[in-house]
């Protein structure tokens, strides 16, 4: 399985990456029902922070930014949130080659997304180190650079004014 495919399908909702029991389903192989009923069979194995139901204004929210095409797509039930947790816990669950298969994949998939979102964090902080540093160093230059674009708003917003005074004929 492409970890491309499987990083597509996980979103980020209540600031956490979480995958939706259909876009599960659709990689398990099986209809979104028996994977829903599997997890109800189950349920105490799934505590908050593993699965949980959207919210309306989540999926609200989702359908605006196409994520979910429709609400017609899920067929009137709230779709089920899966975190990394949740889904490492689907693989007791559902005990399938192709659901272990894919949990593999799945997983390996949130390593992948949390490493980069670590790096990210890294690059940042780095970025921000040096651009304090170079503010030190360089306080003389920032200074001339934001005087000059000020002059050049002021001079802008000048420029569009409305002329007043006395105007001749010609």
Not at 94 to 122: C, G, P, Q, W
Request: no cysteine.
């Amino acid at each position: 399985m492409k970890i491309d495919i499987i990083k597509s399908k996980i979103i980020s909702v209540r600031n956490t990456n979480i995958i939706l029991d259909f876009e599960i389903a659709q990689l398990y192989e099986v209809e979104t029902r028996v994977l829903k009923q599997a997890v109800r069979r189950n349920i105490g194995r799934f505590p908050d922070d593993f699965m949980y139901k959207l919210t309306d204004a989540e999926i609200e929210s989702l359908v605006s930014q196409n994520v979910i095409p429709s609400k017609s797509k899920l067929g009137g039930a709230k779709p089920f949130a899966f975190t990394e947790q949740g889904v490492a816990m689907l693989s007791s669950v559902l005990n399938s080659s192709k659901a272990i298969e894919i949990n593999i994949a799945i997983m390996r998939t949130f390593v992948l997304i949390r490493k980069h979102t670590s790096d990210l964090i890294y690059l940042k902080e780095k970025l921000d180190n040096i651009e304090t540093e170079m503010k030190d160093k360089f306080e003389d230059v920032y200074e001339a650079l934001n005087h000059l674009l000020q002059e050049n708003e002021d001079k802008f917003l000048q420029d569009k004014r409305e002329k007043i005074g006395f105007k001749s004929e010609k």
